[in-house]
T-cell receptor, first 110, second 117 residues
Framework: DAKTTQPTSMDCAEGRAANLPCNHSTISGNEYVYWYRQIHSQGPQYIIHGLKNNETNEMASLIITEDRKSSTLILPHATLRDTAVYYCIVRVPPGNQFYFGTGTSLTVIP | NAGVTQTPKFQVLKTGQSMTLQCAQD?????MSWYRQDPGMGLRLIHY???????DQGEVPNGYNVSRSTTEDFPLRLLSAAPSQTSVYFC????????????????FGPGTRLTVL
């Protein structure tokens, strides 16, 4: 039960912002939203996570709607190295079990 | 720190053979887990461990055994390999299992690509 819905694929021009949406309409109040990405067939890499507030780190920004039913991952200046599959994951209490969906395949175009 | 390491990187088995996929981490993490990823699919949780001596099943545990005798190691055993177990296997670890730790991200290994003929 992935609990999230993401578009299958997206394109983004190099240097532009990439906005990756995720729906999690059944999310509960204490469930975190995590984003990971997987480049080629490497192990997934952590990007960012949040609960209620918007979050920003050196890689990306995470915007969570007020009702928490959806979120958007923003890569502010996409590069070719950002081409990857991006997974939006709702982490279910009490523990650290992650349930991955099929993610969004982002292609950054030169 | 080497992080999460997995061996072997590639393996070909015949149906019915057994083998063990190795996973080790040097970050003193309590929580470790195994996932499989089939072509075009997301990762699915096989087994996980919240600490030495404690293991539990994930989404797809059938055909796999695990044990956790030390904090560092979490091997995955295929008792009698089947073609349906052809997949890429990822091991992951995080500091703890419990959500009280705000920044409890999971670190993934590079994967083992297994083919069962």
């Amino acid at each position: 039960d992935a609990k999230t819905t993401q578009p299958t694929s997206m394109d983004c021009a190099e240097g532009r912002a990439a906005n990756l949406p995720c729906n999690h309409s059944t999310i509960s109040g204490n469930e975190y939203v995590y984003w990971y990405r997987q480049i080629h067939s490497q192990g997934p890499q952590y990007i960012i996570h949040g609960l209620k507030n918007n979050e920003t780190n050196e890689m990306a920004s995470l915007i969570i709607t007020e009702d928490r039913k959806s979120s958007t991952l923003i890569l502010p200046h996409a590069t070719l190295r950002d081409t990857a599959v991006y997974y939006c994951i709702v982490r279910v209490p009490p523990g650290n079990q992650f349930y991955f969906g099929t993610g969004t395949s982002l292609t950054v175009i030169p | 720190n080497a992080g999460v390491t997995q061996t072997p990187k590639f393996q070909v088995l015949k149906t019915g053979q057994s083998m063990t996929l190795q996973c080790a981490q040097d970050m003193n993490h309590e929580y470790m887990s195994w996932y499989r990823q089939d072509p075009g699919m997301g990762l699915r949780l096989i087994h996980y461990s919240v600490g030495a001596g404690i293991t539990d099943q994930g989404e797809v545990p059938n055909g796999y055994n695990v044990s956790r005798s030390t904090t560092e190691d979490f091997p995955l055993r295929l008792l009698s390999a089947a073609p349906s177990q052809t997949s890429v296997y990822f091991c992951a670890s995080s500091q703890t299992f419990w959500l009280r730790e705000k920044d409890n991200e999971q670190f993934f290994g590079p994967g083992t690509r297994l083919t069962v003929l």
